[in-house]
C-alpha cells in the first residue's frame, strides 16, 4: 500500500519516520477538528506502525493530515490510497519540532 499526492512536484509519499522520543520509525499523523480549531501539537499527533492503519485513520477523520516526504509536510488534500503498491521505505531522520 501506499498514500501520496498527485497535485504536488515531486510527488510526495506518505513514509515512516522514526519518532521523537526514539520509538521506532511510525506513520505520523494529525487530527483536525471540524469546528476549525487545529489540533496539531506534539501531545495531539498519533503516529500508526502499519499503513493501513494510518489510511484508515486519514478515510475516517476528513481533513486530517499524514507526514509525506519529500520535505516532511503534513498533507491533508490530493492524496490518493494505493492498495496494490508497495509501501515505501522509511526516513532515515526523525522528525524535529521545526516541521
Known amino acids: 500500500m501506499k498514500i501520496f499526492r498527485t497535485d504536488s512536484d515531486p510527488q510526495q509519499i ?3 519516520f522514526p519518532y521523537r522520543n526514539g520509538a521506532p520509525a511510525r506513520f505520523p499523523a494529525y487530527r483536525y477538528e471540524v469546528a476549525g480549531r487545529e489540533k496539531n501539537t506534539l501531545q495531539e499527533e498519533v503516529a500508526f506502525e502499519r499503513l493501513e492503519d494510518a ?3 486519514i478515510v475516517r477523520h476528513p481533513g486530517s493530515a499524514i507526514r509525506m516526504m ?3 509536510a ?3 488534500v490530493g492524496l ?3 492498495i496494490d503498491a508497495d509501501e515505501p521505505e522509511a526516513a532515515g531522520e526523525p522528525i524535529d ?3
Open 97 to 99: 519540532d521545526d516541521a
Open 14 to 16: 506518505a513514509i515512516k
Open 55 to 57: 489510511a484508515d485513520f
Open 74 to 76: 503534513l498533507v491533508s
Open 80 to 82: 490518493v490510497i494505493d
Open 70 to 72: 519529500p520535505g516532511r
